[in-house]
């Protein structure tokens, strides 16, 4: 049996085997300099900006598009567009990034978690329903770790109760339900391409709609509160309003080649994830995500459920989990962590302050007194606390690193009472 690294035998992983994300190419290189030759830099109507949000909404299959500086911005105007504001509520859920919920403050709303289901990390649909008030104005699923929602359901709960559907598909571009994009379903979405997703230009969003008049909103807030229209003389008046939500032409001319390698990447990603989790079925002490049926996540992230039970291991699934992160990353098998507690249990919620002065929860417009307890989300709590997500499950990364990822995880697994040894020495630390 080889010696665990922890311990002194040799790594199943080498260091410079793991190449990190985004691939970059002298195509690349070459579009980013293009910029620097044209002597056009910004602006919602330069090439690159207008080019990209063609490409972008084609690639969806969406009538709107625009570019904006964040996946965070992008959200605000997904919101704000739909006339979404003081004194609404919008249902979001209690696993995600803090910026979803930030998007509903942003525009002095107010947000309302539901929990997530029990077998994927998504909405729980079944839960929705007792969350729905008066107040309620939308739902805001969000396609979690490339995982996207199922957002059939939801589009069914939404009409059934009248409300609009704001995605947040910052994690899952190109993510599906029964052959049906994300972003496609939803009144109004926001994508991230910030430097980890699955399109990447080290920062930047897209606000995508088919809806006319969210468009003409969104593309106001997103240049202070103006409309401004490429080749027409700018009237310099908001007509509400603005934010500066603008996007570099570096960063665009980035974005537009990276997008050409989109379904490509997002194939090998898909590829990648299902040799893992086919081969951890049969590795006892780990296990890979689980797809529901229709559901097609392009893996922004390779989830590992953390099972102590299935190797006999007498410890707290924390305790489990530390002591197998840190064997594995002796192996340079790394399993990070995402989230560490439910959005709602974050300071801002428990403090309640937002804009200061209890603002927006204080709002005249609102008038309900609510709070918020991260044990109101009992699947989330036990989600985050029995699962990490595999590094590197991303092209330029080959099968050789995804079949030595499994030559680890079987060489760790095959040796619970190392396991056992590491999760003693922490008890007595
Ligand atoms: C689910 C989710 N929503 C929103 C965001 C915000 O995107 P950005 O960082 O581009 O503002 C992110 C990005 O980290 C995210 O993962």
């Not at 310099?236 to 665009?252: C, D, K, S, T």
């Not at 102590?308 to 594995?328: C, R, S, V």
């Not at 962590?337 to 927006?360: A, D, H, I, L, N």
């Amino acid at each position: 049996m080889q010696e665990l690294a922890i311990f002194g035998g040799q790594p199943t992983v080498t260091a410079g085997m793991i190449k990190s994300w985004p691939p970059i190419s002298q195509e690349d290189r070459d579009a980013v300099m293009a910029v620097f030759d044209s002597n056009i830099f910004h602006g919602t109507g330069a090439p690159n900006a207008v080019a990209l949000q063609q490409e972008f909404a084609d690639f969806i299959g969406v009538k709107y598009c625009l570019v904006t500086n964040s996946g965070t911005s992008a959200l605000h105007m997904a919101v704000a567009s739909l006339g979404i504001g003081p004194g609404d509520e919008v249902i979001v859920p209690a696993f995600t990034y803090w910026s979803t919920a930030a998007a509903v403050l942003h525009h002095n709303a107010i947000p309302i978690f539901v929990d997530i289901e029990d077998d994927a990390f998504c909405i729980d649909v079944n839960k929705i329903e007792a969350a729905i008030t008066p107040k309620t104005k939308a739902i805001l699923p969000v396609h979690i770790h490339g995982m996207p929602a199922a957002m059939d359901k939801v589009m069914a709960l939404a009409k059934k109760h009248n409300l609009l559907v704001i995605g947040d598909a910052c994690q899952a571009h190109g993510a599906a339900v029964n052959g049906q994009k994300v972003g496609t379903f939803e009144d109004t979405c926001g994508f991230s391409t910030n430097r980890s997703k699955n399109l990447s230009s080290g920062e930047g969003g897209f606000f995508v709609t088919n809806n006319e008049d969210a468009y003409r909103i969104a593309a106001k807030l997103r240049e202070f509160g103006e409309v401004v229209v490429h080749g027409q003389t700018r009237e310099y008046n908001a007509f509400g309003l603005g934010w500066m939500y603008r996007q570099h032409e570096f960063i665009n001319a980035f974005c537009r080649s990276q997008l050409k390698h989109l379904p490509e990447n997002n194939a090998r990603r898909k590829e990648f994830a299902q040799y893992l989790t086919a081969e951890l079925a049969n590795i006892p002490g780990f296990k890979g995500p689980y797809t529901p049926p229709g559901r097609e996540p392009v893996f922004f992230s390779y989830i590992v459920r953390f099972c102590p039970q299935e190797l006999g291991i007498d410890a707290t699934m924390a305790e489990y989990k530390a002591a197998t992160q840190k064997i594995l990353a002796a192996e340079n098998i790394r399993l990070g962590q995402w989230q560490t507690r439910p959005v709602p249990g974050q300071s801002v919620f428990q403090m309640m302050e937002g804009y200061g002065k209890g603002c927006p929860w204080t709002c005249a417009h609102y008038g309900r007194k609510i709070r918020y307890d991260e044990n109101d989300y009992p699947v989330t709590l036990k989600f985050i606390a029995s699962h990490a997500y595999l590094a590197a499950v991303y092209p330029p990364n080959t099968m050789d690193l995804m079949k030595k990822y499994i030559e680890g995880f079987k060489k760790v697994a095959s040796q619970p009472d190392k396991i056992r040894k590491v999760i003693a020495d922490a008890r007595k630390a």
